[in-house]
């Protein structure tokens, strides 16, 4: 990333975050640290006080929008830079390892450059063996990758911790909004690892649920399930509300296109087609709805949203429902536009245009029409992600130039199984959702033809981890959950047997307790070998 760029954007936050000014503003979204709020109550309007903007004519730098989190911005990027250096470093200092392999004291050495440049240690087996036939600079690779994997998760669950406040000021606003539950469904794509955290400002909570799928084609019958599970604990236990609470339950598909080039760095599951990427996901929306009316009758409370983002930029293009909660493709609030309309207005202006800019795609005609506005609810929600992702889109400018130099797939590894929901980040993981290989092959298959152009041509392997959570409440979980990572590395080495006899596929096995931030237990690592 452009470190220079992720510099001048912490020391623009910090030269604007040292001074309080009530006479401007900024919304109070969901992604707006809840120590921003301490001290100071919110305004009815859902904005809270926020610094001056500086002269920009003078410095030389680009004006900031009036509705962007600055201070989260800040933060984010120092995120980004060390999760993805980590990543980023481990092929320098393996080819400097590489050199020193025929020296006399080469483990010793090897091993002090790895801490000092990497921080972690390599498996003593393959230095000391290294002078029998080389180094095993796949196996190095992978178990390198697999180290800073960890750290990140570690490094990730450390700072959610760190926003409890912030996650139970989201869930509020979720309650507020008429929303019990957000189940998000996006496409399994590594260019939107990073949505929930990046893109969306959405906290990881207990209020959403968030699984990828190729093409954001979401198993309906699983989710069907989780809806009967929701519902029956708000039966049972009145959590988070009861079965009288005017609530619904939203359900969320988020597809994705790219502006420079879109008939190459599209989605790939619909071979870069913008506009089967929309309909497959509004298809799978409604049998969603249709098949919980069908069995519990009267739609059963469930609202249905759809949003496109742009991977190059990170904005999103989202998809405004009507009163009977229908979607259209031609009915929508496309953010970059919006963010370049609002960039010169300030903070009060911005924020209203925010919500005429809603009102006025509510009242598309053509294909695009709909029957009226959403109710307020909806329309609380859509102010929020909109304003929120505004401070994405300016973060994007301000470290990349407004647009990703890596525009197509970039990612570190595969993560099979259960999603890593710690690691968010775009770029880091693709990921295949799998209980069985039979039934995710070909989401497996994708990843496969992805790191065949990304490592496998330069010899370098496909890391592959393999992760699954378990209800440690649930006796014997843990050890099903084990034994579902070997049966599924076992059918990956056999369905891709020659990329494994090669050294160009290696897996890591680990596992979890599903409560959120929980330690990641590893089980197995290189070639087998226990922890």
């Not at 003593?124 to 600079?137: K, P, R, S």
């Not at 506005?373 to 929600?381: A, K, Q, S, V």
Request: net charge negative.
């Amino acid at each position: 990333m452009n470190t220079r760029n992720a510099y001048a954007l912490r020391v623009r936050a910090a030269a604007l975050g040292g001074q309080q000014h009530a006479t401007r503003g900024v919304p109070f979204g969901l992604g707006t640290p809840a120590a921003v709020m301490q001290g100071r109550p919110a305004p009815a309007s859902g904005f809270v006080a926020a610094v001056d903007q500086v002269d920009c004519a003078d410095t030389g730098i680009v004006r900031p929008h009036p509705l962007a989190d600055r201070a989260t911005n800040a933060r984010l990027a120092r995120c980004e830079e060390s999760v993805k250096g980590r990543f980023d470093a481990i092929v320098p200092t393996l080819k400097a390892l590489s050199g020193l392999q025929h020296e006399q004291d080469f483990a010793e050495r090897a091993q002090a450059m790895i801490e000092e440049r990497l921080g972690h240690r390599l498996p003593d087996n393959i230095l000391n063996d290294a002078w029998v036939a080389g180094l095993d600079l796949k196996a190095l690779y992978a178990h390198c990758v697999f180290a800073a994997v960890t750290a990140a998760a570690a490094q990730f669950s450390q700072d959610l911790k760190n926003q409890i406040e912030l996650v139970q000021d989201t869930n509020n606003f979720f309650l507020d909004c008429g929303f019990h539950a957000v189940d998000i469904s996006p496409c399994a794509d590594g260019r939107l690892k990073g949505l929930m955290r990046y893109i969306l400002r959405l906290p990881l909570t207990s209020f959403t649920r968030r699984k990828a799928y190729a093409g954001a084609l979401f198993d309906v019958e699983t989710d069907v399930r989780h809806w009967g599970e929701t519902e029956l604990r708000r039966f049972r236990e009145g959590v988070p509300t009861t079965p009288e609470a005017s609530t619904r339950y939203l359900k969320v598909a988020i597809y994705h296109y790219s502006t420079s080039a879109p008939r190459q760095e599209g989605c790939a599951a619909h071979g870069s087609d913008d506009n089967k990427a929309i309909e497959a996901a509004l298809e799978r929306l409604y049998q969603f709805r249709n098949a919980i009316e069908n069995a519990y009758c009267c739609g059963a409370s469930t609202d249905l949203l759809l949003i496109g983002v742009d991977t190059d930029t990170d904005a999103i293009k989202l998809h405004v429902p009507d009163a009977n909660g229908n979607l259209s493709a031609h009915r929508f609030v496309d953010n970059a536009s919006l963010f370049t309309e609002t960039l010169h207005l300030s903070a009060d202006q911005a924020h209203l245009a925010v919500h005429e800019a809603l009102r006025k795609a509510s009242q598309t005609g053509g294909w695009g029409q709909g029957q009226g506005e959403p109710h307020d609810g909806m329309r609380r929600l859509i102010v929020n992600l909109l304003i929120n992702n505004l401070s994405q889109i300016e973060y994007v400018r301000d470290l990349h130039g407004g647009r990703y130099a890596d525009i197509g797939h970039a990612e570190r590894y595969i993560n099979v199984g259960d999603d890593l929901k710690e690691m968010q980040m775009r770029n880091v993981a693709y990921y295949a959702h799998l209980h069985t290989l039979e039934e995710g092959v070909a989401d497996m298959d994708v990843g496969i033809k992805i790191f065949s152009g990304l490592n496998v041509k330069h010899g370098l392997p496909a890391p592959v981890a393999i992760h699954y959570r378990y209800d440690a409440r649930v006796p014997g979980a843990r050890e099903r959950a084990t034994a579902k990572a070997r049966r599924v590395r076992d059918a990956l080495h056999a369905r891709y047997a020659e990329l494994h006899a090669q050294g160009l596929l290696v897996c890591h096995l680990s596992v979890q307790d599903l409560p959120t931030g929980s330690p990641i237990e590893t089980i197995e690592t290189l070639n087998g070998m226990k922890t």
